[in-house]
DNA sequence: CATCGATGTTGAG
DNA sequence: TCAACCTCGATGG
């Protein structure tokens, strides 16, 4: 379910909390213990989130990926921060809180544990464990030791990611393939191999956020039009990042009551612009929400 | 309390 | 194209 923002927050508080220390590594539920026998005790040295998935290096030259698919999830708990860079540590001067925080499409504090480590809850593929926090994982689609040389594959049959690439060759990248492509534009946003990290929310509200309509083909765009939605996107996704809200709407301080996104999920009701009724439509088995008149 | 559906991907057919 | 993966909040009876 997550987007591409949650996996680098995701990867933001294993840097934080995991790396440098040595980590007991666990399959509670049984199915991951080949894997995790294999990384037990080591160090992390470093957390990389591209696109939708997040690689951990360990101090051995081995990796651990992770796919969180439409419902895997991470909950940390123990010493741990909440949130993005500006926000404090829960830490007192005293004995720590023992915070609990679920992180996933949304982001959740639980209530506090009693002890720590607390028992796992439901099926946890996976435990990484320090002194002062621990990380489970439930529900992933992907979870793998891999070698270096592997990762480097995974990551090369993704598209760019503007936060991990460099900005100017993933835009060159991303426009240029975009520019061979007969297939709607709806689906090359949606496809990991052309670009990383976006879901259907992001790819509904850029398209929106464009004025484009869903369907035209990439070769058929504009460059100009091809590199703002790059654009746009590096900066939904940096905002979502900062945040942990997948804010679209460039308005945050407006009303309360507005709803949280132009068109995503809001077929049948009344486009925020012209008040045409966003429609809804399957494409490649996903949702897709777009205004027919403001994208036509 | 049962059922549905989801911000995703893979692989069988 | 569609089921499977196997979680969990939202929805309905």
Redesign the pocket.
Known sequence: ???GHSVHRIARQFERHFQGVPVAVSSPQG?FAPGAAQLDGHRIVRAMAV??QMFLEFDHGLWLRV?L???G?WDFAGDITAGGTGEASTASIGAPRLTRLRMS??EQLAPDIQSFPPEPI??VRVRLLTEAAVADL??P??CEVQTADEVAASIAKLGPDPLEVDATEGEEQFVAVVGRKPTPIALLL?D?AVLSG????YRAELLFRARLNPFTPGRELADGVVRELWRDWTHLLRIGVETGR?YTMDDEDSGEERPEHWVYKRDGLPCLVCGTNVVMEEL????LYWCPVDQA
């Open positions: 379910m997550p987007e199915r696109g939708k796919h698919g439409i419902y999830a499409e949304q439901g099926a439930r529900g689609t992907a949606m990991q976006i879901g259907n929310v997948m490649g088995g996903r949702k």
